[in-house]
């Protein structure tokens, strides 16, 4: 991951901190994956969309620092149907 540059500082949408500000949601949601999750948003319950849905998840301390669209995964892991056997008579 390349970092930004220090004198620009994080990237927080200013939509979703506005929000953030007005407080009266429960869970908040975003569109904004690229938006670095800072320590005010700590035990905050925060919901990004990944492309299809919302993907909750609860902030905690090992986070901070990171983007939001690391918690929001866009692709689903495949999973193989088993065949049935069938059974002769």
Same mark, same amino acid.
């Given at each position: 991951? +390349? ?44 919901? +990004? ?5 919302? +993907?909750?998840?609860? +902030?905690?301390?090992?986070? $901070? ?20 056997? $069938?059974?002769?008579?």
């Amino acid at each position: 991951m +390349v970092n930004r540059s220090n004198w620009k500082g994080p990237f927080l949408e200013k939509f979703f901190y506005e929000k953030f500000l007005n407080n009266f949601y429960k869970i908040f949601r975003t569109n904004s994956r690229n938006s670095i999750i800072l320590p005010f948003l700590l035990k905050k319950q925060i919901s +990004v969309y990944n492309g299809k849905y919302f +993907v909750p998840f609860i +902030v905690t301390e090992n986070m $901070v620092g990171r983007k939001l669209g690391e918690f929001s995964f866009t692709r689903l892991k495949y999973i193989y149907k088993k065949k049935r056997k $069938v059974k002769k008579k």
